[in-house]
């Protein structure tokens, strides 16, 4: 069985343009159609192939698409590296490992793609469960041995995985030239999974959530925001399945709003809140945040902590210009209602909306509110979402807390 995904001994051998593979020699995993000068050998997409620079130095091995822009993903710098199971075995591993140094492990991201050496699959663990979400062709194939070996390594640490559920099914597998795919991995288990974050209690539905069920990325900047929310009153936009909400409930916030536009997450919402016994003082509603702040503001509410955890407003560098606006006017709105000395949180989870930029874009919101913005933090993903310098995309979620003072 593993054999078919093993390279064989006359691989097809890409060739870069002379010039280009700027990206991947500086520590990239992807090369792109428009820097590969040639293709030499037969091949299917998904093949494992060997990688020259333009005058024939080997680079490394990696699998080719010819239906995607990024037409070759590297697996290996290493020339006599074999892709096989060994060598998943080492990768999967190295990414358990640093886990286990890093973060809380009862429920983490265990493989992230490119930071991790695995190239297009990423791999959730919600405590004895993996949700997997493979987004391009040649890890496809890797899939089930990854998931496999991931299984086993925790074994040795005492963990057993009583199910696995996949849940490719994001539109990025539309540019692979893949179908979505939705389903188990094996047998059948119960989808709703209780997990424990933060010491927050919430339920996870894997198969009807989000992504992967729920965004573990913004596990410690929840927790940064625990020891601000003490005895306040508090507002959390987009609050999805009422995560922040209630981190600021169990740290005693002394009332809590979350909104959101989806019935679901609301739904979700108010369970989570019952399951912490946090339903008199933490309540949602859902509202399309946009239209909502505005009323809030003209009915003259105003809140000790407001936190915007917005979805990402762009999903490519050409939609940058009109997110920035989108950005713009959420943080204005949302800066109208915290009081003079409260707080504020604000974030972007869109990897084309860079640090930069979203400071840029808080800025111009803070002057045109007349608002003066005291950094408290600065924050990214968490750890278990490593970010691989020499991969920008790997690098998608920042996470600004101010105390809001009134021009005066």
């Known amino acids: 069985m593993f054999g078919r995904i093993c390279f064989w001994m006359k691989e097809a051998v890409v060739t870069l343009k002379k010039g280009e593979g700027r990206g991947i020699k500086g520590g990239s995993l992807w090369i792109f159609d428009n820097e590969i000068d040639s293709i030499i050998g037969t091949f299917k997409n998904g093949d494992i192939v060997i990688v020259h620079d333009f005058d024939g130095y080997m680079m490394g091995r990696g699998f080719i ?78 899939k089930e041995t990854i998931v496999e070996l991931l ?78 929310c003490k005895g306040k009153k508090v507002l959390d936009c987009f609050t999805h399945m009422g995560t ?77 210009k009109n997110a920035i606006k989108g950005y713009r006017e959420i943080n204005m709105k949302g800066l109208k209602l915290v009081k003079d000395g409260g707080y504020f949180a604000t974030c972007s989870c869109s990897h084309f909306m860079t640090q930069e930029l979203l400071t840029k874009t808080i800025k111009e919101a803070a002057k045109a509110t007349h608002k003066r913005l005291r950094q408290i933090e600065f924050r990214t993903q968490s750890p278990d979402h490593p970010i691989l310098w020499a991969a920008d995309e790997s690098y998608y979620l920042k996470f600004y807390i101010f105390q809001v003072v009134d021009e005066k």
Request: glycine share 6%; charged share 30%.
């Open 244 to 320: 922040f909400a209630l981190n600021a409930g169990i740290a005693g916030a002394s009332e809590v709003v979350g909104l959101d536009i989806s019935e679901y997450a609301i739904s979700q919402a108010n369970a989570n809140a019952k399951l912490n016994h946090l339903e008199d003082t933490v309540h949602f509603r859902c509202a399309n945040v946009l239209d909502e702040l505005p009323k809030l503001a003209a009915e003259g509410e105003k809140y000790d902590v407001v936190i915007l955890d917005p979805p990402a407003f762009t999903k490519s560098r050409e939609a940058t």
């Open 65 to 142: 698409n010819q239906n995607s822009k990024i037409r070759v993903r590297m697996m290996t710098r290493d020339k006599e590296q074999l892709i096989d199971r060994d060598f998943l075995y080492k990768r999967v591993k190295a990414a358990w490992e640093y886990r286990k140094d890093t973060v809380d492990t009862s429920s983490c991201r265990v493989i992230f793609g490119e930071a991790d050496f695995l190239p297009g699959i990423v791999i959730d663990k919600y405590e004895d469960v993996l949700v997997v979400e493979s987004l391009a062709l040649g890890i496809d194939r890797f």
């Open 151 to 228: 299984k086993e390594i925790i074994a040795a640490d005492g963990i057993k995985i009583r199910g696995v559920y996949e849940r490719s099914d994001a539109r990025e597998r539309d540019k692979e030239g893949l179908p979505k795919k939705k389903g188990f991995i094996g047998e059948p288990f119960d989808t709703n999974v209780e997990i424990v974050e933060n010491g927050v209690h919430y339920m996870v539905d894997v198969e009807n959530g989000q992504k992967t069920g729920f965004f573990l990325d913004q596990k410690y900047n929840r927790l940064a925001m625990q020891r601000i």
